[in-house]
């Protein structure tokens, strides 16, 4: 899975993007806590990262 991808859910979900540093972009949500830092652009994501950035977010 890509980091297109992974933003593309993130923001179904109602995320939003706050800042980008650099090659990474950071999202909060308005009612969920914590913020998720996704790297993009990047094509491939580990399967680990891509596990754990969908359980960061609620979304696994």
Do not use: C, Y
Not at 17 to 24: D, N
Not at 29 to 47: A, E
């Amino acid at each position: 899975m890509n980091s297109k991808d992974i933003i593309k859910q993130l923001e179904d979900d109602g995320w939003q993007l706050r800042s980008v540093r650099g090659s990474h972009h950071v999202f909060n949500h308005p009612t969920k806590l914590g913020h998720i830092t996704v790297p993009h652009p990047k094509r491939d994501l580990g399967v680990g990262l891509v596990h754990k950035l969908l359980k960061q977010a609620g979304l696994k």
